[in-house]
């Protein structure tokens, strides 16, 4: 067992884990952070994404030890007062979802690419997008939606 420290959601958190553990297992099996989901396993799908030190990282492909230290942002960490964040909000007016399975890795995924980008061009997006999949929405309203937050100035 390997004692780590680090803050998730604004709140520091100590735990001994075992040096295999994934940050998405501890985030979900130890923190209950299961607005952090699993789509692969395998680095494929970024359902799992979250921000590490304020990058966006596929969180089954980092080790919780590999966090130590860290800040993390899940999509749970996101919201403020009440208030989604507006990355959140857009994805809602827009309609960016369906299932919403990989709703909080492209959301996690749009704000990381707002934040390098704030006004992305079309291509820009979906190739910043590129390695979030979606199954359900054929992508045209997830484009959409971070085109929307882009234009409102989205702080991220
Ligand atoms: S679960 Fe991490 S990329 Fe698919
Ligand atoms: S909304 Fe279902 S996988 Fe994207």
Redesign the pocket.
């Known amino acids: 067992m390997t004692r780590i420290t680090l803050t998730v959601d604004g709140a520091q958190v100590s735990d001994d884990v075992e040096p295999r553990l994934l940050l ?1 297992q501890y985030l979900r099996e130890r923190l209950g952070k299961t607005g952090t ?13 979250v921000h590490l030190n304020g990058t966006s990282v ?4 980092v080790l919780a030890v590999q966090a130590d230290g860290s800040e993390v942002t899940t999509v749970e960490g996101l919201a403020q007062d009440g208030q989604l964040h507006p990355v959140q909000e857009a994805f809602r007016e827009c309609h960016g979802l369906q299932c919403g399975y990989c709703t909080p ?1 492209m959301i996690m995924q749009s704000i990381d690419l707002l934040n390098t980008n704030p006004n992305p061009s079309e291509a820009e997006i979906r190739e910043g997008l590129e ?1 979030n999949l979606c199954r359900c929405t054929g992508y045209h309203n997830i484009v959409r939606a971070v085109q929307h937050a882009a234009g409102q100035g989205a702080p991220s």
């Open positions: 998405v989901v699993i789509g692969c396993d395998t680095s494929n799908c970024g359902a799992c994404t596929k969180s089954c492909n890795g390695g």
